[in-house]
Each structure stands twice: as structure tokens, then as C-alpha cells.
Nanobody
């Protein structure tokens, strides 16, 4: 099991930026596909972004393409989500997740094995 801890959430205004970080336990972090998901108020959890173990391949949901960037530092066991040009509709609890089985990226939450506790991002208009 991988222990994940998110940080960096907060209250910002539309157009601002935030950087979320997720620290992971374990000595095989570079083998995990990592993902960011979010759950807006009153809605289901949804995919945001994912990154391969090496960091060379990424995938984003359409609504954040060009605004959000996922990255990782395997030497520090961290994965980050840089969020620019934030919009009120980005308001959600953001979760990082680890997919420990297989090398392929996935947008399916069910394929991720471990989850952090979440961090709140609120964007005011």
C-alpha cells in the first residue's frame, strides 16, 4: 500500500494559479502511474490528469488542457499539479492516486489502488 498526502489547496480568485503537491511513500514510486482526480460539490469524482512512471507521457481531461500541468519528481516521490487560469468550475476536492498495476495510463478511478485524503480548491468569481 502507498501512503499519499496532498497539499497546496486553498481559496483563490478566478484567473489565479495554484500548485498542488502529493507526497508518496514507498521505494518503487517510479513504477507507479499517478493521477489527479477531483470531486466538485454534489458531483461524482472525475478524472483530471495522469502521468506515466517516467513522467514522459501525460493525459488530461479536455476541460483543463492548456491550463493544468501534471509533473513528477521520482527522486522526491512527489507528483504535482500546476493549475493556471483557474475558473469557478474548477472548485472541488482534489485527490492524488497511485496505480500500482501495469504501465498504461488510465482515466478510470477504479484502476487506481491508493488515494490521498484530498485537498480543497475553491475558486471564487
Amino acid at each position: 500500500q502507498v501512503h499519499l498526502v496532498e497539499s497546496g489547496g486553498g481559496l483563490v480568485q478566478a484567473g489565479d494559479s495554484l500548485r498542488l503537491s502529493c507526497a508518496a511513500s514507498g521505494r518503487t514510486f517510479s513504477t507507479y502511474v499517478m493521477g489527479w482526480f477531483r470531486q466538485p460539490p454534489g458531483k461524482e469524482r472525475e478524472f483530471v490528469a495522469t502521468i506515466s512512471g517516467s513522467g514522459g507521457i501525460t493525459d488530461y481531461t479536455d476541460s483543463v488542457k492548456g491550463r493544468f500541468t501534471i509533473s513528477r519528481d521520482n527522486g522526491k516521490n512527489t507528483v504535482n499539479l500546476q493549475m493556471n487560469s483557474l475558473k469557478p468550475e474548477d472548485t472541488a476536492v482534489y485527490y492524488c492516486a497511485a496505480k500500482r498495476t501495469g504501465w498504461s495510463l488510465s482515466r478510470a478511478a477504479l484502476l487506481y489502488n491508493d488515494w490521498g485524503q484530498g485537498t480543497q480548491v475553491t475558486v471564487s468569481s
